[in-house]
């Protein structure tokens, strides 16, 4: 059952334009199983899932562990097809990024060549990424280190070129996964006042919280999901408050 | 838009081989020497144990087992490795919407890279030994770009197979092994009794080593029949492997326990 939030965050809103539009999505994984253990293991991440992404709205997805978020992230960035229902997206060409923090590095590439190929996997041309090469490389602080392999990377310095590379890729649907700052203190508050600016202007954000503040601060609007299906859904004020009374009912 | 991606895909796969072919390179202290080693160290073992159990001994045993050689771990090699590419490149296809047949292109674009370099050493040693070139030779690039596409027919349709039935990959690697001995790499179809040898050659890579062996050893023409089965395998597998990364290029994660 599904709790809807009947007040409107402002009184009179405009027209919401659709950019992707879920109907009855089920997504289910079906792993090898083995001769010798024979356990039927299907396991439906969503059911029956219907939504409404629209253009500019920042949406806040909120549940616990295993309630099937992060399938909605590689449902609605296209990683995935729905096994039911359908799945439309309203115009050609969107561009849907899951933001990923140094994701397919090459240790024996050098920063600068492992920013080009990480963003090649994020969707941007080569010649885009070499072009932002600059902004990348001002942005990670990493100095000299930006023209040596990736291999002689701390962990710290890894992220803060993987987060650099991603600040560049801007898709027109950036879809957040709890990632809302990375690296030492320093550059702690540098990414994350850079991320919170991704929510500024038109750019459509779906963000994953398990922080119902960071929903309240940062979107327009939230839906708990529970079990692969929407709990409820309104404005952040509302869902994150509901969230945050009634969660406990929902751990055994 | 179309070309667009295309031209992206393609430059992924350009950038990572480019990695690959590096850290190939680094791992080991002779580094990229290993790719002219590896082929001789394996021809050197194949001629000792083969000059003594039938006496065909001298430069051109060499040259024929070397030959055999290197375009069969070219296919093995090429196809092994990008069975296993999907599975290995598991948790980057599970953050980017990416389509699956990228990761197999680049495990064969490294192994071809290697080859190439490979094959500049035979052309040398077949100079050297007494096999100068021809202008038959002007067909290998034929041969080479035909043997390409054959593997890549052959590893697309495997390299979902794998991943979804991990068992697979020993299955691969034991018909591999007897299409080892098939192939006439330690041998020449020519050695073999008569009626058997048409048998022989509907095998693709047996027909593929002949054909390199007709240029370079023999210095005339391939025998263009017998690359028929290569060249229906490989459509049939094109076929078969478009069909199955278009069923399985959204679906292939959900049904991997990686």
Not at chain 1, 218 to 242: D, K, M, N, S, Y
């Amino acid at each position: 059952m599904t709790k809807e939030f009947s007040s409107s965050p402002t009184p009179d809103p405009p027209a919401p334009t659709p950019i992707v539009t879920l109907h009855d999505a089920g997504i289910c994984y079906r792993p090898l199983r083995s001769l010798f253990n024979k356990k039927a293991r299907e396991v439906w991440a969503l059911r029956h899932l219907t939504l409404q992404l629209n253009e500019g709205e920042k949406l806040g997805v909120i549940g616990r562990n295993g309630c099937g978020k992060s399938t909605l992230m590689r449902l609605l960035a296209q990683i995935y097809n729905p096994d039911e229902g359908k799945v439309t997206y309203h115009k050609k060409n969107t561009h849907i990024e899951l933001l990923s923090l140094g994701v397919g590095f090459e240790g024996n590439l050098t920063g600068r060549e492992n920013a080009i190929l990480s963003g090649m996997l994020m969707g941007k041309t080569r010649q885009y990424m070499a072009s932002r090469l600059n902004e990348i490389h001002e942005f990670s602080g990493l100095g000299e280190f930006f023209d040596y392999p990736v291999y002689t990377y701390s962990s710290g310095m890894n992220v803060r070129l993987g987060f650099s590379v991603a600040m560049e890729t801007n898709p027109d649907v950036l879809l957040i996964d709890e990632v809302l700052g990375v690296g030492d203190q320093v550059f702690m508050e540098k990414s994350s006042k850079a991320l919170q600016e991704k929510f500024q202007g038109n750019r459509t954000v779906v963000l994953i919280s398990h922080s119902p503040e960071n929903i309240k601060k940062l979107c327009t609007r939230a839906l708990w999901l529970e079990r692969g299906a929407i709990l409820a859904q309104g404005t952040p004020a509302e869902v994150a408050e509901f969230y945050k009374n009634n969660v406990h009912n929902y751990t055994k | 838009m179309f070309f667009q991606t295309l031209k992206r895909h393609f430059d992924i796969i350009f950038y990572r081989t480019v990695a690959g072919i590096k850290s190939e390179g680094r791992q080991r202290y002779l580094g990229y020497l290993w790719f002219l080693l590896e082929p001789i160290l394996s021809t050197a073992v194949f001629y000792l144990a083969y000059s003594q159990i039938t006496g065909a001994k001298g430069a051109r045993t060499i040259l024929l087992i070397l030959i055999g050689m290197i375009l069969w771990q070219w296919f093995e090699g090429s196809i092994m490795v990008a069975a296993g590419s999907i599975k290995a490149k598991f948790h980057v296809l599970n953050q980017c919407n990416l389509p699956k047949y990228l990761f197999p292109m680049v495990s064969i674009a490294v192994h071809t890279w290697k080859f190439l370099c490979v094959s500049m050493v035979i052309f040398l040693l077949a100079a050297l030994l007494g096999h100068p070139p021809n202008a038959y030779w002007l067909y290998l690039p034929i041969l080479f770009i035909l043997q390409l596409a054959l593997i890549a027919s052959i590893a697309m349709p495997i390299a979902i197979g794998v991943t979804l039935w991990t068992d697979l990959q020993i299955v691969v690697s034991s018909i591999f092994r007897m299409f080892f001995f098939l192939s006439g790499i330690f041998f020449e179809i020519s050695s073999v009794p008569e009626s058997l040898q048409r048998y022989f050659f509907w095998n693709p890579m047996a027909a593929l080593i002949d054909s390199g062996r007709a240029i370079i050893l023999r210095a005339e023409a391939p025998a263009w029949g017998h690359l028929t089965p290569a060249i229906l395998l490989t459509l049939l597998m094109l076929l078969l492997g478009a069909l199955l990364h278009a069923h399985y290029d959204k679906r292939i994660l959900k049904l991997t326990n990686a």
